[in-house]
């Protein structure tokens, strides 16, 4: 989710800051690509917090892009669709040091106004529905389901995206259709359950149970579905060590579900502006980052303040 930020600070001097998101910083290469800065920022709740994350724009950036190839024999993405080079983007090296490691240039697409969620296994706001009624996003599940079992088969409840500082809320995939059309859903149905089965699949031969998991789609100019934003990361994702999971508990994870569970001890509404976090949550949360992405795709990534 983005919203235009005319006082956002950019990073990058020489290419016009067009949207500042949760996470992500995009600028104006030219009438069909964008440059795409992931920065360190950490939203729990749809708040963006004031305590950045070290390291963590890098880590989101290199398992999105490890995804996006991965899963582009599904649906193709934004970064397979551009046709221009981070050095054409930012041919400054001064400049493009300042953003390695975390920038990619991506085509610019028209973005739908859904997030895209396939749920694997019951959590989070899906375990809160259905203890109120039992259901998902108008999607009947069996009863006597605790905490964290898996589904019998993974389900697609697709959530709204709010504006900044406001909450998404889950809605039923009739509600989709309606905004988006038909036929349009349907294909952001299936293409999202693909998705799911493959990274999933890959992941629990890795150790690794993805819970849930949002993806973000656009249209490009043919009308055609697109992968966009970021894919399969501690943010947008739900990862649980395999050997550790139980079901009718809350299990550890490898995603900022660990802030979101150090927020709720607090006394705070979850209205901005967030509490800064304590150096202790910042180093395990950086931990948790740099574990999921090398557990997953063999990369480290050390250091951590860029």
Same mark, same amino acid.
């Given at each position: 989710?983005?919203?235009?930020?005319?006082?956002?600070?950019?990073?990058?001097?020489?290419?016009?800051?067009?949207?500042?998101?949760?996470?992500?910083?995009?600028?104006?290469?030219?009438?069909?690509?964008?440059?795409?800065?992931?920065?360190?920022?950490?939203?729990? @709740?749809?708040?963006?917090?004031?305590?950045?994350?070290?390291? &963590?724009?890098?880590?989101?950036?290199?398992?999105?892009?490890?995804? @996006?190839?991965?899963?582009?024999?599904?649906?193709?993405?934004?970064?397979?669709?551009?046709?221009?080079?981070?050095?054409?983007?930012?041919?400054?090296?001064?400049?493009?040091?300042?953003?390695?490691?975390?920038?990619?240039?991506?085509?610019?697409?028209?973005? =739908?106004?859904?997030?895209?969620?396939?749920?694997?296994?019951?959590?989070?706001?899906?375990?809160?529905?259905?203890?109120?009624?039992?259901?998902?996003?108008?999607?009947?599940?069996?009863?006597?389901?605790?905490?964290?079992?898996?589904?019998?088969?993974?389900?697609?409840?697709?959530?709204? &995206?709010?504006?900044?500082?406001?909450?998404?809320?889950?809605?039923?995939?009739?509600?989709?259709?309606?905004?988006?059309?038909?036929?349009?859903?349907?294909?952001?149905?299936?293409?999202?359950?693909?998705?799911?089965?493959?990274?999933?699949?890959?992941?629990?031969?890795?150790?690794?149970?993805?819970?849930?998991?949002?993806?973000?789609?656009?249209?490009?100019?043919?009308?055609?579905?697109?992968?966009?934003?970021?894919?399969?990361?501690?943010?947008?994702?739900? @990862?649980?060590?395999?050997?550790?999971?139980?079901?009718?508990?809350?299990?550890?994870? @490898?995603? &900022?579900?660990?802030?979101?569970?150090?927020?709720?001890?607090?006394?705070?509404? &979850?209205?901005?502006?967030?509490?800064?976090?304590?150096?202790?949550?910042?180093?395990?949360?950086?931990?948790?980052?740099?574990?999921?992405?090398?557990?997953?795709?063999?990369?480290? =990534?050390?250091?951590?303040?860029?």
């Amino acid at each position: 989710m983005l919203v235009s930020d005319a006082t956002a600070v950019p990073e990058v001097a020489s290419l016009p800051l067009v949207y500042r998101g949760k996470v992500r910083d995009l600028y104006a290469v030219d009438d069909q690509h964008l440059l795409m800065v992931a920065s360190n920022r950490l939203s729990a @709740f749809d708040v963006i917090l004031p305590t950045a994350i070290p390291g &963590k724009g890098a880590v989101l950036t290199a398992m999105s892009n490890f995804w @996006f190839e991965r899963t582009r024999g599904i649906v193709p993405n934004h970064l397979q669709l551009a046709r221009k080079t981070l050095e054409q983007a930012l041919p400054d090296p001064a400049e493009r040091g300042c953003v390695a490691g975390r920038a990619v240039v991506a085509r610019w697409l028209q973005c =739908l106004p859904v997030e895209a969620i396939v749920r694997g296994y019951l959590i989070g706001s899906g375990w809160k529905d259905y203890q109120q009624n039992g259901m998902v996003c108008g999607i009947h599940l069996p009863g006597g389901l605790r905490l964290a079992d898996r589904l019998p088969e993974p389900i697609f409840t697709p959530s709204t &995206k709010a504006a900044l500082g406001e909450h998404d809320e889950n809605v039923s995939f009739s509600h989709v259709a309606a905004k988006i059309g038909e036929d349009v859903a349907e294909r952001m149905r299936e293409i999202s359950l693909r998705l799911y089965w493959e990274a999933a699949d890959y992941a629990l031969a890795r150790g690794m149970i993805i819970a849930d998991t949002k993806f973000e789609f656009g249209l490009d100019e043919y009308g055609s579905l697109v992968l966009m934003d970021e894919v399969l990361t501690p943010d947008s994702s739900r @990862f649980w060590p395999a050997d550790d999971y139980q079901p009718g508990v809350n299990p550890p994870s @490898f995603d &900022k579900q660990f802030v979101r569970d150090y927020l709720e001890t607090l006394n705070w509404d &979850k209205q901005p502006p967030g509490p800064e976090l304590p150096p202790v949550i910042v180093e395990k949360t950086v931990a948790k980052y740099q574990e999921a992405l090398e557990r997953l795709t063999g990369q480290a =990534l050390l250091g951590g303040s860029a």
